[in-house]
DNA sequence: CATGAATGAGTCTTCATTCAT
DNA sequence: TATGAATGAAGACTCATTCAT
């Protein structure tokens, strides 16, 4: 009697989770089809074929809804960066940072919709908010500038304002991305995109003088 | 009494024009403290200390107002970007290019406010907003394609997509200013910002190889 | 347990539906109290005792709202006119005659707060509006004018200018009742008065001349 | 000196009065294009070619403008219609009340804008307003009603109700006027008018039975 | 759990009227 | 007198959230 409890408690759990899941993949797709203010819950409970009451069966609110989204989206690219090792040496740490900005394109990729809204809408809703935001930046831009202040250690990396380049380095990948997913097509491939990217930042725009 | 008259009128279309101005003023500190969505018109005309009647005296909407504002911006924006003259040889050609991003980070800096709406808030209001924001977006990283293929033809800009590198130019340039805009203070020089960003983009991060 | 699901949902869309003709009922007495212009929606919804956004969630606008109340009405009356069978002779075609009258009057009795709206206070909104009830006063008239000209083909009514015949007797019959359901009591029978207007329009008011 | 001021003083309440009147002529077409609620102050000084605090220099209020204008034809049409005359025997009767339609006729046409709004438009406004409505009316019936009793005393007017008879005329007159005024064109000429609803009151819609 | 009717605070916008010049 | 900028009360409508069934 007990295992028959479990079982439908569990069933029950699986159910719960499951209708979690359509509602946060419907509201994925509205708030990245019509930004977080133009996106209303009767169309988030119209997207997920449900009633108004379930929405908030589930959610406390929109915002918090929102919320979940952005942190899940967060989680999973701040999963896909991490420190680079040097214990390989050279050819290795530039093989790990060409993989991470592959890893970190294919999240965006996969996340198209959740992306979009995390490089322009996920703005402007209140102070928490943007504090959320800023933070998860500064850790981004952080981890960019320690790859920096170690590559610069190891002779790799030339002098210069490892703070300043590392927002280069972040603003140049959100904008292309920003440009590939709000476009049209992808057309490029990914790993080329990757290899692109990496050049630009790496190398820099001037032919090198001999 | 023609004079009289006439310096009657002359004196109201200058309390007119001023009046507005007053109300533009307070909208951008408005709309930039709390982003477009979250400033109500109620917020506008506290700051401005007018009537409600009295804003609606200048300006047909809340959305007329902020289209206007961001307009403003970027005419100045755009008014300080323009191709660069090749007939001065490769130093000139960098001393423009150097040229521009100084006086584009100034008048960017002279208008924090507005700056910060260009550059995060001003997305998801309507298709039609989208589009002109998109517009003037696709004209900077035009002008900046166009320079770079310039540059490969005077050999001078290495051999790369140029359209992938004119985004990530204009995302570096993005992001390193709404750092420097929303931050605490603005502690770096803006000539020495300006060479830095400049000699990011040009050079990359990695040190020479001999 | 489909049955009791139907069961739920029938109940549900009786007491929507009920709730509507609660607040076309409150409104009907608020409109034909205040006018359509001095009636806001706030006068509807303490009459009706709800809240403001119950009032939309049945109807769009305060407009729809009361084009709906008119088109009622309109459809009401049409309803009760039709055209004259002359099969039956001339008596027939009298007692019909006399059958129409009563039944627009028991109508507009029985629809008192609509029937004053109709008259007087239906005009001037919007000219989509002003269309409607010139349409419906055409028809109105036309149906008159028809039935003069047949009694006229049967030698029943005496030679005049049909047109202009139609439009009195529409008149007379509009500003007796406007009297009468704005007046203090009705004092008369119903049928009394319908005898009265009739015989007023089809006799006139001479004494006939021997 | 005296002399002096006084022809100023003259002067200045011609020009007043001159003011005035070209307020009230441009309120007349304006109110009678759009209605009353349709038209706002600034329709009206646009019309007048004033500015908005002269409009106030001579009215108190939009209101009390209309107010006025319903007034002034009021009286008029008052000042047209008066007890008839038994002294001259029955034709002269007849004459007398022929001469009172056609001069209602001939103002309610010299005054087309007012009329209109008076016929449709000016109801709704408040209590007060439909009080003075009403009381015309209701002088206007009262007259009719006192000729007809007039009438019966001197075996001219057969026996009825002469309170619903004077409804009838009341309404037949109103309905062909507002049909002549609001319609396409005024094909039909006044005196003709004036005879065909005097035709129809008189001897109503059926051919004398011999 | 699911439903959807009901709620009401909040938003933009209009417009008759006032008042300093 | 004449002007027109300024006012603010009032109105229509939206939408996130609640709650009885």
Sequence with gaps: MDDQHDGRKE?????RSHRRTEILTA????????????????????EARIARGTFYLYFPSKRALFEELLEEMIAQIAG????????????SALDQLSGIVRRVIDILETNRHLTIILLREAVGLDADFDLKLN???????????????????????????TRLASYCVLGSLKEV??????????????GELARGILDFNLRGLLKPTP
């Excluded at 933070?135 to 790799?156: E, K, V, W």
């Design 11 to 15: 069933r029950a759990t699986r159910r």
């Design 27 to 46: 509201s994925r797709k509205v708030f990245s089809d019509k930004g977080y203010h133009a996106s209303s819950v009767a169309d988030i409970i119209a």
């Design 80 to 91: 896909a960066v991490h420190r680079i090792s040097t214990d390989g040496g050279v050819d």
């Design 135 to 161: 933070a998860f930046y500064s850790r981004m831009s952080d981890l960019i500038d320690g790859a920096l202040t170690l590559g610069q250690s190891m002779g790799l990396v030339r002098d210069c304002d």
């Design 177 to 190: 991305m920003l440009q590939r997913l709000t476009g049209a097509g992808h057309e490029v491939d990914a």
